[in-house]
């Protein structure tokens, strides 16, 4: 076997041993509402100020509500005059009209969660098609979507270490367990919420591959 050969099949190894990394990342449909369900625990620990926010802005509304019917109670029974009830109302009004709009914000944001999560549920049971499928700018775009800090291969059983897995898919891993033990084992780690969001990569490259 000529040096040329051996390369070759060294290349052709490596290009299916992360090819048959990748089939690991494909949930079984009974684990699909489980994985959403604790993806969104996920990003919800990370967005837990917004949760906040939302709730500080409903007990707000409750109050703004409650001063609007008592103005309008009061200015109907003439306990008030025209002037000092409009006075009063516009900045009611206004405020109400303020947080039902940030509120209705929250409800979109949620719902985009939802189906982002779906998508990405969509894109992990079709990541081995993308791999083999793909031209080589979207094989690299896989590559360091799963493994940001880089690819490492365990020289011993030949076999990719997931320690440095991008943290999304380190959850889908931890739910699809693997061939061996020792993958499943590295994966079973804490997935840090602030590595999940934003900064994982999951918006630039994931679905426009």
């Not at 390369?7 to 494909?26: A, D």
């Not at 019917?69 to 009611?92: H, Q």
């Not at 947080?99 to 049971?125: A, G």
């Not at 990541?127 to 365990?154: A, H, M, R």
Request: charged fraction near 30%; hydrophobic fraction near 35%; aromatic fraction near 8%.
């Amino acid at each position: 076997m000529s040096a040329n050969s051996s390369k070759k099949s060294k290349q052709e190894g490596i290009h299916n041993l992360f090819q048959n990394l990748l089939t690991n990342f494909k949930l079984k449909e009974e684990l699909e509402d489980v994985f959403k369900e604790q993806m969104k625990l996920t990003l919800n620990e990370q967005s837990f100020k917004i949760y906040d926010d939302q709730t500080i802005l409903k007990k707000r509304l409750k109050e703004l509500q409650t001063k609007k019917e008592t103005l309008d109670s009061r200015f109907a029974f003439g306990e008030i005059d025209n002037e000092l009830y409009n006075r009063f109302i516009v900045a009611v009004t206004t405020e109400l009209i303020e947080i039902e709009e940030k509120l209705e914000d929250f409800k979109i944001k949620i719902s985009n969660l939802d189906k982002k999560v779906s998508e990405l549920i969509e894109f992990s049971k079709n990541l081995s098609n993308i791999w083999v499928s793909g031209e080589y700018e979207t094989k690299l775009s896989v590559q360091k979507l799963l493994f940001p800090e880089g690819i490492v291969i365990d020289p011993e059983d030949r076999t990719y270490r997931t320690s440095n897995l991008n943290p999304i898919f380190g959850l889908i891993h931890s739910f699809t367990g693997g061939d061996d033990s020792g993958n499943k084992k590295r994966t079973g780690r804490n997935t840090d919420p602030s590595c999940v969001v934003a900064g994982t990569g999951l918006e630039p490259v994931t679905f426009g591959l």
